[in-house]
């Protein structure tokens, strides 16, 4: 059981909108620690894809941007392409385990 | 090019040791914590342990699952950071990441996050 909790899959059609929910706790994002996003395309290494809940690093397409309330956070993607399908984990800190904890991942499916 | 690259992974019996490295490329090594991150076959990312730079004393905390077990060292000079791992385990199984990590602070939360990642080593833990 991951500590950050993501839904398993989501999918979506080439041009739609989709979501990845982050839920944490009060011991981590409802603390106040920041979210990131990355992106693991199939077969290599993971990519950083949002930083400090909203920051894409330069060449992060702006069909990608994250949010973050309260204790969770969510990463959007409009504009669904292909090349989009990956697995995807949010991470965070958290203050009772004293680890920099992962999401479970959810696999985004492109239809 | 800015890059990190893992070695040293392979198929080792449960309880013998081996030696991970990570060397790095294109950017000021030292100035950064590492991180290592692994990821079990078909499972998600695991933070395990990290290293501050020697601006931050060089001192490692890791994770519950690999604390007495694990130690991570660096030779700023090669630009190579080392994952010791001793009485291995089957779950120790896994794709092993090094990243390097970019600290930052916002109103009192010290915040961490791995901006550049490895493409990995496996590391096979079995009889």
């Known amino acids: 059981q991951s500590v950050l909790t993501q839904p398993p899959s989501v999918s979506g059609t080439p041009g739609q909108r989709v979501t990845i929910s982050c839920t944490g706790s009060?011991?981590?994002?409802?603390?106040?620690?920041?979210v990131h996003w990355y992106q693991q395309l199939p077969g290599t290494a993971p990519k950083l894809l949002i930083y400090?809940?909203?920051n894409r690093p330069s060449g992060v397409p702006d069909r990608f941007s994250g949010s973050k309330s309260g204790t969770s956070a969510s990463l959007a993607i409009t504009g669904l392409q292909a090349e989009d399908e990956a697995d995807y984990y949010c991470q965070s800190y958290d203050i009772s385990l004293r680890d920099w904890v992962f999401g479970g991942g959810t696999k985004l499916t492109v239809l | 090019e800015v890059q990190l690259v893992e070695s040293g992974g392979g198929l080792v019996q449960p309880g013998r040791s081996l030696r991970l490295s990570c060397t790095a490329a294109g950017f000021t090594f030292g100035d950064y914590a590492l991180s290592w991150v692994r990821q079990a076959p078909g499972k998600g990312l695991e933070w395990i342990g990290f290293?501050?730079?020697?601006?931050?004393?060089?001192?490692?905390e890791f994770a519950a699952s690999v604390k007495g077990r694990f130690t991570i060292s660096r030779d700023d000079s090669k630009n190579i950071a080392y994952l010791q791992m001793n009485s291995l385990k089957t779950e120790d199984t896994a794709v092993y990441y090094c990243s390097r990590d970019v600290y930052y602070d916002t109103t009192g939360y010290s915040n961490w996050y791995f901006d550049l990642w490895g493409r990995g080593t496996l590391v096979t833990v079995s009889s």
């Open positions: 400090g809940n909203h």
């Open positions: 009060s011991s981590n994002i409802g603390a106040g620690y920041d």
């Open positions: 290293i501050r730079s020697k601006t931050y004393g060089g001192t490692t």
